[in-house]
């Protein structure tokens, strides 16, 4: 797998991911269907983020890192 993600944007992904899953988890704020789909995105941001590439990205031709 190539990187395609720079450290800000990793860094972006991981506190939106947790703010959503505080949104779903902690607050209670979310239900239904808000709150899987709060969820699944939490979890989605939280792999690319550790991972580094997101496949979007790539379909879409983006690089956020310098180095890749």
Do not use: E, H
Not at 4 to 9: R, S, W
Not at 25 to 44: E, K, M, P, Q, T
């Amino acid at each position: 797998m190539i990187k395609n993600m720079g450290t800000l944007d990793r860094g972006g992904r991981i506190v939106i991911a947790a703010v959503l899953a505080y949104l779903a988890l902690g607050a209670g704020i979310l239900s239904g269907i808000a709150f899987w789909v709060a969820l699944a995105v939490a979890a989605i941001f939280t792999l690319t983020a550790f991972v580094g590439m997101c496949p979007l990205y790539r379909i879409i031709g983006l690089k956020t890192c310098r180095d890749c």
